[in-house]
């Protein structure tokens, strides 16, 4: 398959998943909490999935964990994606004394092993799906803003900068309608590599029992199965459908990620057939 | 599920726990002064080799941790030489074959192994070769013969194997993809144009003019992963119930053991700022341009 056809069939799988998870209540034959049946049911025509050791529909689970996920991964990236662009911009643009400032403090951060810290916060505070979000958006960001600000310090003297400070635009105007737009390619790819970096760290966090226990998550679908029965009693249909749901969002999100490189970046093609 | 040990643990054995029995824990263990105080009290026995005690385990926490650490090392070492080695080989030559045929199909194939989180590799190598298959064990370290002959080394190798695998998938992705862009970026150089037009051979050129330049960027990366061991190993102990740090770390975050977590970062983190003190002294010795002042 080429690069083309795969990043339109990548596309199209995740949008199926974002359909999925804002449609989650109409698709979903039941509601995800409550028991709906006995437990432990093989699939059938009620059951599709089977129910799990409460007695809970696992497709409904499934569908319902969609939306969890996302909210988790996208929320993160966004917010990993604005603080890191917001500081690269300005450290890029003003530079001196606050750059040195913003820099080193980063410097330090970094030497900071980032799992193990975040593992820590998300047990120190009551773990709600959108704090883990922010949680992980905040630490994660600063590994982009080297990034973004050498990008911006490539073009802080380039004429037309000059140009509209020439006219009298001011710092502001210059850095978001000037120096931004020429981020946005490589912003977006950083968001899309970001949205699959986050989303499948929530998920580990909640296999490792970190989950916000009132909603649904594939991560602690996975480490129920795993650790209730539904691994040593072979029952398949509990533990592979998350797996293969996790699994096929982060292939999609992969290809894009690598085909929106190529597709701004296109050296990286240069060499191909 | 937030809270201390003592909301988590202690009072759930029927919420009867006497006051005086509640003081006194929190006296044991300091946590009646204020939050300063126990900072510093922290800080104080770290450097006197006092790294505080675990609820969980009632034992000081860092021989339970060098006791773990060397667990760990059994699986992680061997697999992080290899996943290096593999991923810069493959790596190098995919991206000095970059466009052919072999190079699309690796790059795929590694993008596939790397968007896979490696706790679901873990967990379908269980199934599949351990649940199915039967080649080998569920979980463990050690057969129940253990109670009988000790523990035989061949025994724990044989436990180790699926685990190594899965953390050389892991790692061998990881690396590819590096050192594929700084093979990259190295094709494009001019001595790699006058050594072609010398009319070396391309293997002689490729891995004894290229290498040498893309191999730089990987040695501060390769020494961060020795450092991560925690992270690294976190998920594949925890599936295979290895008794390393990483399956030590799940349970401590369970039972929400807080000394013992405390002493498993410091270590990680005493280990990330190791490694990269060892980057820093590597980098001369391989790239002469960066040696400097006291050589001349």
């Known amino acids: 398959m080429s690069r083309k056809k795969l990043f339109w069939f990548s596309c199209l799988i995740f949008f199926a998943y974002v359909a999925v998870a804002v449609f989650a209540p109409l698709i979903a034959p039941y509601d995800p909490y409550t028991v709906s049946g006995p437990p432990l049911r093989q699939p059938d025509s009620m059951h599709p999935l089977g129910t799990n050791a409460t007695g809970q529909d696992i497709l409904s689970q499934l569908i319902f964990g969609t939306r969890i996920t996302l909210i988790i991964g996208l929320g993160a990236a966004l917010i990993s994606c604005s603080i890191s662009v917001s500081l690269g911009i300005l450290t890029g643009y003003y530079g001196g004394a606050f750059d040195g400032i913003v820099m080193r403090g980063i410097d330090i951060f970094m030497t900071i092993p980032l799992f193990p810290l975040l593992l820590v916060l998300t047990l120190f505070f009551t773990p709600g799906i959108f704090l883990v979000a922010i949680l992980m958006g905040v630490l994660g960001s600063t590994h982009s803003v080297r990034v973004f600000r050498s990008q911006v310090m490539g073009i802080r003297n380039a004429s037309f900068i000059e140009g509209a400070r020439a006219i009298g635009s001011r710092d502001m105007r210059i850095m978001s309608h000037h120096i931004l737009p020429n981020l946005i390619p490589i912003v977006t790819v950083r968001f899309v590599s970001s949205v699959l970096h986050y989303i499948l760290l929530g998920v580990g966090l909640s296999f490792l029992g970190l989950g916000d226990p009132m909603v649904i998550d594939w991560g602690q679908m996975i480490e129920q199965a795993y650790s209730s029965g539904g691994f040593a009693l072979g029952l398949w249909w509990w533990l592979i459908p998350p797996g293969l749901a996790v699994v096929g969002l982060s292939l999609a999100l992969a290809h894009l990620g690598y085909s929106s490189e190529e597709f701004y970046n296109p050296r990286l093609e240069k060499n191909r057939y | ?296």
């Open chain 2, 1 to 296: 599920m937030p809270g201390d040990y003592i909301t988590n643990y202690l009072l759930s054995l029927g919420n009867v726990l006497p006051k005086e029995t509640l003081n006194e824990f929190y006296r044991e263990f300091g946590l009646n002064l204020p939050l300063y105080e126990q900072y510093i009290l922290y800080i104080k026995n770290i450097f006197a080799g006092e790294w505080g005690y675990s609820y969980q385990y009632s034992l000081p926490v860092l021989p339970l941790i060098l006791n773990k650490l060397f667990w760990t090392l059994i699986i992680l070492l061997p697999s992080t030489i290899l996943g290096i080695f593999f991923g810069m080989v493959t790596g190098a030559y995919s991206g000095w074959k970059s466009g052919s045929k072999q190079d699309l199909t690796t790059f795929n194939i590694m993008i596939m192994i790397r968007a896979v989180p490696d706790y679901w590799w873990a967990i379908v190598a269980v199934y599949l070769f351990s649940y199915y298959l039967k080649l080998f064990p569920i979980g463990g370290y050690t057969g129940i013969n253990i109670l009988y002959s000790g523990i035989g080394v061949i025994d724990v190798l044989y436990h180790a194997f699926l685990p190594v695998c899965v953390l050389i998938l892991s790692i061998t992705a990881g690396n590819y993809y590096m050192m594929r862009n700084s093979m990259l970026s190295v094709v494009e150089e001019d001595y790699i144009t006058t050594a072609r037009a010398k009319g070396l051979p391309e293997n002689y050129i490729l891995w004894r003019h290229a290498m040498k330049n893309t191999i730089l960027p990987i040695v501060t990366i390769a020494t961060l992963q020795f450092a991560s061991i925690i992270t690294g190993s976190i998920f594949v102990e925890t599936v295979f119930s290895w008794p390393g740090l990483g399956l030590l770390t799940t349970e401590a975050l369970r039972a929400r053991d807080l000394p013992l977590l405390e002493g498993i970062f410091l270590l990680d983190t005493l280990l990330v700022i190791i490694a990269n003190l060892v980057a820093d002294l590597l980098y001369p010795l391989l790239d002469p341009r960066i040696r400097t002042g006291a050589d001349e």
